[in-house]
């Protein structure tokens, strides 16, 4: 009886230490394969986001050279065209151009939708700042001249600051 479990004992323990060898192998290689799985699915995610990142940090880069004056202004003016009607295309401008990348608020980062909504809304009061301090009896000229003094005065304009922030959080998706 002893030899039979003693034989028993000998077909058994190797046995059992060979399973648990190959169950801990399997294991480590299954979670292996996960882990690769995950990354790849990241990388190709990844792979897919980016152009569509990089398109909206492009577009709204475009934006915030629409609305700066230098650019805004010769677009817009046609000649014969009153200061007031001027100004509300402006306005408009700023707005419509503002609605039509508002998606891409989806693809870019807190920061740098927070620094182009600024920019929208200091530019906007900037516009309007400089149509209420033009002469009354001005025009067109008057309107740009008074758009261009206050920009001195800002110093940097926000649309460039905006830029920074954007080029910054840009480089950050590279990093």
Do not use: C
């Given at each position: ?6 034989d028993i ?11 648990v ?21 990241k ?55 503002f609605e039509?990348?508002?998606s ?17 809304e ?36 926000p649309?460039?600051?905006?830029a920074?922030?954007?080029?910054e ?7």
């Amino acid at each position: 009886m002893q030899e039979l479990i003693f034989d028993i004992l000998k077909i058994a323990i190797p046995g059992l230490i060979i399973y648990v060898t190959v169950d801990s192998l399997l294991r480590r290689h299954f979670q292996n394969e996960a882990g690769i799985r995950a990354t790849k699915a990241k990388e190709d995610q990844r792979g897919t986001l980016l152009p569509i990142q990089l398109q909206a940090y492009e577009r709204l880069m475009l934006y915030l050279e629409r609305i700066a004056p230098e650019n805004l202004f010769p677009r817009l003016h046609e000649a014969g065209i009153p200061v007031g009607a001027l100004h509300m295309q402006v306005i408009a401008s700023i707005q419509q151009e503002f609605e039509h990348n508002l998606s891409q608020k989806l693809y870019v980062t807190e920061d740098a939708w927070k620094a182009t909504l600024q920019a929208k809304e200091d530019m906007t009061a900037m516009y309007q700042a400089a149509f209420k301090k033009m002469p009354q009896t001005g025009g067109v000229a008057d309107y740009i001249q008074e758009t261009q003094n206050l920009m001195e005065e800002f110093g940097v304009h926000p649309t460039q600051l905006a830029a920074l922030v954007l080029k910054e959080q840009l480089n950050g998706l590279f990093r």
